[in-house]
């Protein structure tokens, strides 16, 4: 098993940035994707930046310039800092893990969630 713990949310003006945190933990555990995903008021989450443990990169359209995903391989963490937030930019934010737990892989986690308000 995998548990992602997510922080850093919370409520910003617009223009604002916030940083977001999450880390994995979990025995026997190879992370291949790590990434974050919105939620608004609908039930569909969509993508917003993931990242390969090679470095590679994807962003949604909306957020591509402003914000930028990272990885620190040695902890398993994932950080997605979100710069020149606008109120679009409010959701739910929830973490995302691909990985391989001892012999399963592509298996798939989610972190709890964490609110992201942008003000006008």
């Known amino acids: 098993q995998v548990q992602l713990v997510e922080s850093g949310g919370g409520l910003v003006q617009a223009g604002g940035s916030l940083r977001l945190s999450c880390a994995a933990s979990?025995?026997?555990?190879?992370?291949?994707?790590m990434g974050w995903y919105c939620q608004g008021t609908g039930n569909q989450r969509d993508l917003v930046a993931s990242?390969?443990?090679?470095?590679?990169?994807n962003y949604a359209d909306s957020v591509k310039g402003r914000f930028t995903v990272s990885r620190d391989n040695a902890n398993n963490t994932v950080y997605l800092q979100m710069n020149s937030l606008k109120p679009e930019d409010t959701a739910v934010y929830y973490c995302?893990?691909?990985?391989?737990?001892?012999?399963?892989?592509?298996?798939?986690?989610w972190g709890q969630g964490t609110q992201v308000t942008v003000s006008s």
């Open positions: 990242i390969t443990s090679g470095g590679t990169t």
């Open positions: 979990g025995s026997r555990v190879s992370i291949n994707v």
């Open positions: 995302n893990a691909i990985a391989t737990v001892g012999w399963r892989a592509n298996l798939n986690y």
